[in-house]
């Protein structure tokens, strides 16, 4: 499992936020399938996460626009140009500075607006699952949802962690502090497929989770517009 973390540079969208990372080109060539279509080689890939209660209005990512997102949901890849871009939500405005092959989900909490750099999924034949923590609090972990097996060790707040694994159906759970905090039930993994768990902060007793922790969870998807 790896572990992402990004100590001080998550930061609410009043902090200047640049995220500059790089990939090789064999790892380009390998992510050409994966996340359910053909990814172009010269594009950045950027995406937008509503884990709020809210729905969220059109936002911009310099001159590509994403649409309005329904709470909880989020939205496929899509391919923008790398360079110099400012991600616009209402008033708010941030810097991104996109590199060639590199994914990016634009994260809005209740807590602010976030960029986070993603970990391509470059193995077609496993399936990645990410969990994001964005929720506050101790750390989060993904096990089988009877607690025996774990899939993805302690993810401390404001990070990420990562795992590939070979798609097979499991139910699975979400749990801190060695107890069960949401069931996640069977993701439906496929080979060269990514899925997100989102954990974001909520009131409590909201429609997920509990102890006021969200959870969302989403296929990967790549869109060509």
Not at 50 to 60: D, S
Not at 127 to 148: E, K
Not at 211 to 216: K, T
């Amino acid at each position: 499992m790896r572990e992402n973390r990004w100590p001080g540079l998550i930061r609410p969208v009043l902090v200047a936020l640049v995220l500059i990372v790089g990939i090789a080109e064999p790892a380009i060539r390998a992510q050409e399938g994966l996340y359910g279509a053909a990814a172009p080689a010269d594009a950045a890939f950027v995406r937008v996460v509503n884990a709020q209660a809210e729905p969220l209005p059109e936002l911009w990512v310099g001159a590509t626009r994403f649409a309005a997102l329904a709470p909880q949901t989020a939205s496929p890849y899509r391919p923008v140009n790398p360079g110099i871009h400012q991600v616009f939500l209402g008033t708010r405005s941030e810097e991104l500075i996109p590199r060639r092959g590199v994914y990016y989900t634009v994260m809005v909490t209740r807590d602010g607006l976030f960029i986070v750099e993603d970990t391509a999924h470059t193995r077609p034949d496993r399936a990645q699952i990410v969990l994001y923590h964005f929720a506050g609090g101790s750390a989060l972990s993904v096990r089988t949802a009877d607690g025996t097996a774990t899939v993805i060790g302690d993810v401390r707040t404001g990070s990420s962690g990562t795992v590939q694994v070979n798609a097979v159906a499991v139910e699975l759970a979400l749990f801190r502090d060695g107890e069960q905090l949401a069931a996640l039930g069977d993701l439906g993994l496929a080979r060269g497929q990514s899925y997100s768990i989102i954990a974001f902060p909520q009131a409590a007793g909201g429609p997920t989770g509990t102890d006021g922790v969200g959870v969302l969870v989403e296929q990967a998807r790549l869109s060509q517009e």
